[in-house]
């Protein structure tokens, strides 16, 4: 901690702080909303029986690792930044910085993407059969959905945690209950028409082609998110004790719910039907109507859409947190690190990352077709997004040979069982990012489909080389610009929990 200034004979006028708002329901809540989303359930079911087999592997082979590595590396250190310090203090201020700007940057698409689904699934607010088809090619509507909604949760977040965490909690109940909601019809359904999918052994297995592949590595996006929590450590109360409870209990639930509602929708409807961006509301309403109750349509519309709002909220709300730290850090300009007077929030890091994301949102949706801009910010955001994974699970391994203190909670077995699993992690991410460079089968010109990915992520990692350089030879210039997160026990002030 960086030392209190020499006394001057006046009192210093108190500096305002980060408040710890977050207590295990809210982290829990949080987990659920981050790492559940809806549209991987229709999108899991696009690609037949074979997914179910294809989630149980990310949930071992990825899931579970990540939630290991955040667990102890989230009690190691426990203060605002997450990844970032996480990374840092492994190995240095380049890791640090590379692995915040790599995240930041590939969830500015997420928010477009996650929008375009809301605004999808409220396209179904009539009922099953009052869906205006006429705005649902129509790019206008999508497009100023996802800015007004992004505007007002920016908003939301930048009045305090505790304005921002009540839409993530009301967003993690509202994805609970169509997921319960789906399982309940898809039993209903199969009690009355049986299956509408052979799940026999051989449509079980999944298929080694590219079509596939590409799936694979969409579900193990999927499973990601339970890190961003960390990037408020320093808001959380009790971070050490909170964390492990809340990944526990989020953990059951995100997976179940992935799984049985896969199970679900494909009872009720073949997985040619089902289609990624409306899939889960087409659906929804098909079983409604096949039971005689397509009045819950319009409910279930709802409660997707205010789902969407608050995975949207509760991404925005952590990684704008990373520039906030980058600029207590010096690498971004000082006004990242203000934090509001009233509501104790880094208001400005807040609204530059949320307005960055509706401008990502117009720029991504000039001259394409809603479904190809949805498929763009999907496919865009996976290799940067999980490149910070590598710096996570390497730092998990980093660690194990450092002492654990008194308050630390490891990993049970201890870096016996810690190595083994983030090896694991790192050997996925990597295959991962592999897997989602192969373009789609019915990708017209596949060669320059690679090349914009690849070219994207270049560009991507070469910006945040020039500002990380820049913001290392400004403290280099001035002694008052040097990093705060300069050893393992500097963390920002707090108020007291």
């Not at 809210?26 to 690609?47: C, E, H, K, N, P």
Request: hydrophobic share 50%.
């Amino acid at each position: 901690m960086a030392q209190a200034p020499e006394s001057t004979g006046t009192p210093a006028a108190p500096q305002p702080a980060l408040k710890r708002e977050i207590g295990l329901l809210d982290l829990t809540f949080f987990y659920v909303i981050s790492g559940l989303s809806l549209r991987w359930i229709a999108t899991a079911s696009a690609s037949g029986p074979s997914s179910i087999l294809v989630w149980i592997f990310a949930c071992v082979g990825f899931f579970l690792p990540l939630a290991a590595s955040v667990l102890e590396l989230s009690s190691r250190y426990p203060q605002e930044g997450g990844l970032y310090v996480w990374a840092k203090v492994s190995f240095g201020d380049f890791a640090g910085f590379l692995s915040a700007w790599t995240y930041a940057m590939s969830n500015l698409p997420y928010f477009p993407a996650i929008l375009y689904f809301a605004a999808g699934s409220s396209l179904f607010l009539g009922g099953a059969h009052g869906s205006p088809s006429a705005l649902g090619d129509e790019s206008a509507y999508f497009l100023l959905f996802t800015v007004v909604a992004l505007g007002g949760i920016t908003l939301l977040n930048m009045r305090g945690v505790r304005a921002g965490k009540g839409l993530n909690n009301a967003g993690a109940i509202a994805n609970l209950l169509p997921v319960l909601l789906l399982i309940v019809l898809g039993l209903v359904s199969w009690r009355r028409a049986g299956s509408a999918t052979d799940f026999t052994g051989p449509a079980l297995l999944p298929h080694a082609d590219i079509k596939n592949a590409i799936f694979w590595s969409t579900i193990f996006f999927a499973f990601g998110g339970v890190e961003s929590a960390s990037f408020m450590g320093g808001e959380i109360k009790n971070t050490r004790r909170t964390v492990p409870r809340a990944l526990v209990f989020a953990g059951i639930l995100i997976t179940l719910g992935y799984i049985l509602g896969t199970i679900a929708m494909l009872i009720a409807m073949p997985s040619q039907e089902i289609s990624g961006l409306g899939g889960f509301m087409t659906a929804i309403a098909q079983m409604c109507h096949n039971l005689g109750v397509s009045w819950l349509v319009a409910a279930i519309a709802l409660l997707v859409m205010i789902g969407c709002l608050g995975a949207a909220g509760a991404y925005l709300a952590s990684c704008s947190r990373l520039p906030f730290v980058a600029g207590i850090d010096h690498y971004l300009p000082a006004a990242f690190a203000r934090i509001h007077p009233r509501w104790n929030t880094p208001y400005i890091a807040v609204f530059v990352y949320g307005f960055a994301g509706m401008l990502f949102a117009v720029i991504a949706q000039i001259a394409t077709t809603v479904k190809g801009a949805y498929d763009v910010l999907v496919s865009m955001s996976i290799i940067t997004y999980f490149i910070p994974y590598l710096y996570l699970f390497a730092a998990m391994i980093a660690v194990q040979a450092q002492p654990a203190g008194p308050n630390v909670i490891r990993v049970p077995g201890g870096k016996r069982v810690a190595i083994p699993l983030a090896v694991l992690g790192l050997l996925t991410t990597s295959l991962t990012i592999c897997l989602s460079v192969l373009p789609s089968d019915d990708e017209p010109n596949k060669p320059l489909a690679v090349a914009k990915i690849i070219g994207m992520t270049i560009l991507v990692l070469v910006a945040g080389w020039v500002i990380y350089a820049r913001g290392k030879r400004k403290q280099l210039r001035s002694p008052n610009a040097q990093p705060a997160f300069a050893d393992r026990a500097s963390i920002p002030e707090n108020i007291p929990e």
